[in-house]
């Protein structure tokens, strides 16, 4: 069963976010992933979020989402955005 890992984000640096993002390149698909939303332009019609932007991931299954969250290849770039961002962020199984 697919799951969903959905982040809101706002970034220190956009110089750090691209860094980021190069070295994400091409990592999700990887591991069996594919974004579904990668955007800062959305808008907000219930609550009081603020992210600066709005990622959605699909991955197959818990396991492979795990495989890559938990990866020695993302975990420098988890680090990464952990320090130079402030985030939310959940995984959730879909229908």
Not at 34 to 53: H, L, M, N, Y
Request: net charge neutral; glycine share 8%; proline share 3%.
């Amino acid at each position: 069963m697919a799951v969903y890992f959905v982040l809101q984000i706002k970034w220190d640096s956009e110089e750090v976010l691209r860094t980021y993002a190069q070295g994400l390149s091409g990592m999700i698909e990887k591991h069996g992933g594919r974004f579904i939303v990668a955007s800062k332009d959305f808008q907000v019609v219930e609550g009081t979020w603020k992210p600066g932007r709005l990622i959605v991931l699909e991955f197959p299954t818990m396991q492979t989402f795990r495989d890559w969250y938990d990866s020695e290849e993302y975990r420098p770039l988890r680090e990464l955005r952990v320090r130079n961002s402030r985030s939310d962020a959940v995984v959730a199984t879909g229908l």
